[in-house]
Every structure is written in structure tokens, then in C-alpha cells.
T-cell receptor, first 115, second 117 residues
Framework: NAGVTQTPKFQVLKTGQSMTLQCAQD?????MSWYRQDPGMGLRLIHYSVGAGITDQGEVPNGYNVSRSTTEDFPLRLLSAAPSQTSVYFC??????????????FGPGTRLLVL | AQKITQTQPGMFVQEKEAVTLDCTYD???????LFWYKQPSSGEMIFLIY??????QNATEGRYSLNFQKARKSANLVISASQLGDSAMYFC??????????????FGQGTELSVKP
């Protein structure tokens, strides 16, 4: 059981380049989400998905696209990278429903530098 | 709009002493959940403790406890008997609603805790 995996761990891009950050989970979780972490600002939600084929925007969606064709995978696409997208990106998954302390399972993060 | 505020950017504590990390939140929902996460220098997010808005007792998990004061909208994390391994960034987070709805969390800015030997 690998949990939530993210690739790559580190990436350097030039302004205007595109790339896809990969995220996969093997826990059969319905929910998956992407956050970015900037210094002094905590984590902010970019996009999230409540199931295959269903995605929605979070707090800071501009410049990012997502799709979810399978339960396991939730890639994040940067169509034209900008220096403002330099950040650490976390993917997370969780299961639906329940009243208890269901927690998010976070991936190890992808550190992105846009020059 | 929902918001989490952590007013202590950095804190120091002596090893074996207790420390309180502050967190206040703002929401118009009656149902919500509050979380604390630890992020060591290695970068991973580690879940510490959870408090539901309807929970009457303060949550405890080992050396961690959550001082939940609903009327004041505060959810402070108390770490008893600090250890050197507790040195890390700590984030308070909130989920609106009784149930997990999409895995959406709002995070505070974080508090960096340094434990001195």
C-alpha cells in the first residue's frame, strides 16, 4: 500500500513551459485534491475532485487544469508556467462521508521552480 | 468567508516543557472540523489531532491535546513534554460541514516551533 504518490519530486521549468504533476493513490479514495504551499501562506487549495469525472475549483485555480479519468489518478497540468507558480505542490486524498476524524492523506510533495 | 489565523510565526520552547500553539477560526457553519498537522523539515504533512464542532470533550492524542473554545472560535494545540523531534512547522486547518465534502481544507499560515535542549 503506497498511499499517495507524487512525481516528480523536484522540477525546474522555464517561463511558458508546460508540464503535468502526477498524483496517484491506491486506497480507493473518492476524494482527491491539489494544494500549493508558499512561504508564510500555508497550504491553499487549487482544485479538487469528488470522484472520477468530477472536478471543481478551489481557492487558487488560475493557471492550472485538472482531470480525473480514474479513481486512482489526479494529474495537475500547468499549461504555461509562470514564476508565480514556483511553490511546493501537495496532492491529497480522502474517503467520502463518515463523522469521524477522517483525515487527508498527503503525498510527499513536488517542489517546482519556474525561472 | 471561512478563515484560519495562526498569529505566532515562530515559537521557542525548552525541552520537556509544554507549549501552546494558537489557532483561531472564522466560519458561519455550525458544523465543522478542526485539524492540526505537523510538517517537519523533510516536508511531509503529518496528521496530529482532530476536533469536531459538536464534540464536547477536548480531543487528545498522546502528548497532543486540543483546547477547543467554541464561543471564542479558538482551537489551540497543546504539546506536553516537548521533545527535540517536535521542532517543525505546525498548521491548523478547518473543514466546513459535518461530513468530509470533497476533502477541502482551509489552512492557517503555520507556526514554526523550535525545541531547545
Amino acid at each position: 500500500n503506497a498511499g499517495v504518490t507524487q512525481t516528480p519530486k523536484f522540477q525546474v521549468l522555464k517561463t511558458g513551459q508546460s508540464m503535468t504533476l502526477q498524483c496517484a493513490q491506491d486506497m480507493n479514495h473518492e476524494y482527491m485534491s491539489w494544494y500549493r504551499q508558499d512561504p508564510g501562506m500555508g497550504l491553499r487549495l487549487i482544485h479538487y475532485s469528488v470522484g472520477a469525472g468530477i472536478t471543481d475549483q478551489g481557492e487558487v485555480p488560475n493557471g492550472y487544469n485538472v482531470s480525473r479519468s480514474t479513481t486512482e489518478d489526479f494529474p495537475l497540468r500547468l499549461l504555461s508556467a509562470a514564476p508565480s507558480q514556483t511553490s511546493v505542490y501537495f496532492c491529497a486524498s480522502s474517503y467520502q462521508g463518515g463523522r469521524a476524524k477522517e483525515t487527508q492523506y498527503f503525498g510527499p510533495g513536488t517542489r517546482l521552480l519556474v525561472l | 468567508a471561512q478563515k484560519i489565523t495562526q498569529t505566532q510565526p515562530g515559537m521557542f520552547v525548552q525541552e520537556k516543557e509544554a507549549v501552546t500553539l494558537d489557532c483561531t477560526y472564522d466560519t458561519s457553519d455550525q458544523s465543522y472540523g478542526l485539524f492540526w498537522y505537523k510538517q517537519p523539515s523533510s516536508g511531509e504533512m503529518i496528521f496530529l489531532i482532530y476536533q469536531g464542532s459538536y464534540d464536547e470533550q477536548n480531543a487528545t492524542e498522546g502528548r497532543y491535546s486540543l483546547n477547543f473554545q467554541k464561543a471564542r472560535k479558538s482551537a489551540n494545540l497543546v504539546i506536553s513534554a516537548s521533545q527535540l523531534g517536535d521542532s517543525a512547522m505546525y498548521f491548523c486547518a478547518m473543514r466546513e460541514g459535518f461530513y468530509n465534502q470533497g476533502g477541502k481544507l482551509i489552512f492557517g499560515q503555520g507556526t514554526e516551533l523550535s525545541v531547545k535542549p
